[in-house]
């Protein structure tokens, strides 16, 4: 039994154990928001574009919807951005706002996004202003 106390977990390994829940590793300054239980391949893609923008899996909390409630996520996180897949529609989506020191992303939804180039493309170029991220 004694093993089982020293099981050790990195910040990654338990961001993927809890990716479909509220995930709180340390100090986050990332606050990603989900709709709902993401498939591999959508936790895949996302990761993609974590790792693109320069963020490993302990600067980033993931919330998902169908389970916590986002003010009492931003309110217990008090993240620095805030990057929303999937929760808005029109012209909601690219919608980016700089609101009590909390920069707010609105993009399409994984789903959607793995489906079409543009909406990559467009996603993108919003991080990178969102993100401050230089071309090479």
């Known amino acids: 039994m004694d093993e089982l106390n020293k099981i050790s977990l990195d910040n990654g390994m338990l961001a993927m154990l809890y990716r479909d ?7 986050q300054k990332v606050m990603v928001v989900v709709k709902g239980k993401l498939t591999q391949e ?3 893609f996302l990761m993609q574009i974590l790792n693109a923008c320069r963020l490993s899996a302990g600067q980033v909390s993931i919330v998902n919807t169908a389970e916590v409630v986002i003010e009492k996520a931003v309110a217990e996180l008090s993240p620095r951005y805030i990057l929303s897949f999937g929760m808005g529609s029109g012209k909601e989506l690219f919608f980016m706002e700089n609101s009590g020191g909390t920069r707010f992303l609105n993009a399409p939804g994984l789903e959607e996004m793995m489906r079409s180039s543009e909406l990559k493309r467009k996603t993108w170029g919003e991080l990178k202003v969102l993100f401050g991220l230089q071309t090479a």
Not at 21 to 27: A, D, F, Y
Request: charged share 10%; net charge negative.
């Open 21 to 27: 829940s509220l995930v709180n590793i340390g100090n």
């Open 42 to 44: 959508q936790n895949d």
